[in-house]
């Protein structure tokens, strides 16, 4: 592993451990994270992306084994369409168990996807817990499609901006897919 790949991830704990939020590279557009287990966390990233908390935020799994500690009962179908996606997949699950409440919708569901960015998945398989992701972005305003688009007032709201991949053009948001336990599919963002 590469010296600066491996110290962007032992900051980015730090800050993360200390209940800190970041702005990182993720496999579609850079986000705002932090701990989703950790409700003042999450009330920073409200507060900052100006975001109601009735509006739910997206959350990054490292695989399936961890998934499956944050989801009550996770369908079989999600791991087809995980396994077979052409692009990253949010899913929506029923019955969030183990994050910060504010984290959960009214509906009891939560966004989660397993990440296959390299630098997210091992983060995040270190820190042991999943991380929020949402755009970098105040609620309203177009998502940044480069590191470059971030507002400034974005870059310093964070506690810690992950230097990796700051060049990099990046991809489109991911698909979302809402997966009722009573066995309905429904696509929310293509």
Known sequence: MKDDFKTEIQ??????????????????????????TNPDAI?????????????????????????NEYVENVPEVAYDILKY?????????????????????????????????????????????????????????KTPESYSQISPEILKGVDYVVNLHQSKKSAKPSAIIKLSNDGKVKVVRK
């Open 11 to 36: 900051e980015t704990i730090a800050i993360l451990k200390r209940g800190g939020t970041i702005l990182y590279p993720t496999d579609t557009v850079w986000g705002i994270g932090c701990d989703a």
């Open 85 to 141: 996606a052409s692009k990253p997949t949010t899913v929506i699950y029923d019955d969030a168990i183990r994050v910060a409440e504010n984290l959960i919708a009214e509906d009891n569901s939560l966004a989660i996807r397993v990440t296959k960015d390299k630098f997210c998945k091992e983060l995040i398989r270190r820190f042991r817990r999943p991380l929020v992701s949402t755009s970098a972005n105040i609620s309203g305003e």
């Open 43 to 67: 009330d920073k990233v409200f507060a900052l992306k100006k975001r109601r908390e009735s509006k739910s935020l997206i959350c990054l799994v490292s695989d399936f084994k961890m998934l």
